[in-house]
Nanobody, 121 residues
Framework: QVQLVESGGGLVQAGGSLRLSCAASGSRYAMGWFRQAPGKEREFVATITWSDSSTYYADSVKGRFTISRDNAKNTVYLQMTSLKPDDTALYYC?????????????????WGQGTQVTVSS
């Protein structure tokens, strides 16, 4: 069982930046960030492997968001820049068994409780 705790969400103006953190109780998992806006399905944002830190991003955030991890701290980060109102959502951290990059909700075994990001126009 892996516990995930997100932090770093908040209210920011359009064009601003935020950094989300996710502390995991275990290691050697592929990690991902997802988000869910009211009335919408949960969608993939970014993922990173455990072994070589390969990354993969949703087209909607490519070039603006950066996922990274510190394996010594069992923590994954999501640096978000040039934020837009459309980025407003509850952001979830997730962990997946395996060595690849994963972008489907069903591929992740463990989930955090989420942290709210609100971008004002």
């Amino acid at each position: 069982q892996v516990q995930l705790v997100e932090s770093g969400g908040g209210l920011v103006q359009a064009g601003g930046s935020l950094r989300l953190s996710c502390a995991a109780s275990g290691s050697r998992y592929a990690m991902g960030w997802f988000r869910q806006a009211p009335g919408k399905e949960r969608e993939f944002v970014a993922t990173i492997t455990w072994s070589d830190s390969s990354t993969y991003y949703a087209d909607s955030v490519k070039g603006r968001f950066t996922i990274s991890r510190d394996n010594a701290k069992n923590t994954v980060y999501l640096q978000m820049t040039s934020l837009k109102p459309d980025d407003t959502a509850l952001y979830y951290c997730a962990a997946a068994l395996g060595r690849k990059t994963y972008y489907k909700v069903s591929q992740y075994e463990y989930w955090g409780q989420g942290t709210q990001v609100t971008v004002s126009s």
